[in-house]
């Protein structure tokens, strides 16, 4: 099975999610290069999803020439995705590929950088805009952003969320990179979410980012810096 459990965690541990990953962290990589590696790495990671954490069932078909039994991924319908604006938004067109058919709902957080990160390891959170679809017990719900740093901005993300309604039957973080910390303090917050992530990296330096990381997902994707 490609997701192995880590700790808080569980690990995408595909080779194409790793090789992925390793050219997103060069430094060397274009914008162009960043943009579409997001895309492959959600893609990735959003079949191993369907591998690992979805039921399938048997059905009948009908080939041009025989009856046969084949298998269908069950439940695909009940799938929403969640982008975190703004460096999810190339991740989830990859997580898109693997489940075309999930509800959508995006949600604009970023960290305060002026303000810095306090002395409890935590960074002040704005939500500026949020579009949520309906969300029922039944549904699967992942909730996408390739950084997973402090956990500032996903703890934010997932109040908001559950807010809405009941407690989705699955709910899945997935981030591309993590720190410890980030993953302690969501596990700790949101114990019934299943934290997915293709690495987990060594620490956060003093400005809250991820050491090795890949640097700022977002200004990559997007070219501002
Ligand atoms: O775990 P945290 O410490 O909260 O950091 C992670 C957040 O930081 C990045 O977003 P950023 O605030 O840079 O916004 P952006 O996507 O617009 O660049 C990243 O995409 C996460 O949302
Ligand atoms: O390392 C980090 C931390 C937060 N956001 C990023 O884009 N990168
Ligand atoms: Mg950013």
């Known amino acids: ?16 999610a ?5 050219r997103l962290r060069d430094v060397e990589t274009s ?4 943009r579409k590696g997001l895309v492959k790495l959600g893609r990735i990671c959003g079949y191993d999803i369907i591998d690992g954490a979805m039921e399938t069932e048997f059905v009948s ?5 025989a009856e046969t039994t084949g298998e269908r991924v069950k439940r695909l319908d009940d799938v929403v995705i969640v982008n975190v604006l ?26 305060n950088e002026e303000a810095g990160m306090g002395e409890d390891g935590t960074f002040p959170i704005s939500i500026d805009y949020t579009k949520l679809p309906e969300i ?16 500032s901005t996903m703890c934010a993300v997932l109040d908001h969320v559950l807010e809405q309604g009941p407690d989705p039957e699955h709910l899945f973080v997935l981030s591309a990179v993590s720190a410890p910390d980030g993953l302690v303090r ?5 114990p019934e979410a299943d934290l997915l992530t293709v690495a987990i990296d060594d620490h956060l330096n003093d400005e809250g980012f991820i050491v090795p990381g890949l640097g700022d997902a977002g200004d990559r994707a997007f070219r501002t810096e």
């Open 18 to 22: 790793k090789d992925t990953l390793s």
């Open 31 to 34: 914008q162009v290069a960043f």
């Open 61 to 65: 078909i009908r080939t041009p020439l």
């Open 136 to 151: 029922r017990e039944s549904d699967t719900v992942i909730v996408a952003d390739p950084m997973l740093a402090t956990g």
């Open 1 to 16: 099975m490609p997701i192995e459990e880590r700790g808080d965690a569980h690990l995408i541990t595909h080779a194409l």
């Open 186 to 190: 969501v596990g700790e917050q949101f």
């Open 86 to 111: 703004r460096a999810a938004t190339p991740f989830v067109e990859g997580l898109l590929k693997a489940f075309p058919r999930a509800k959508q709902g995006v949600i604009s957080a970023g960290r």
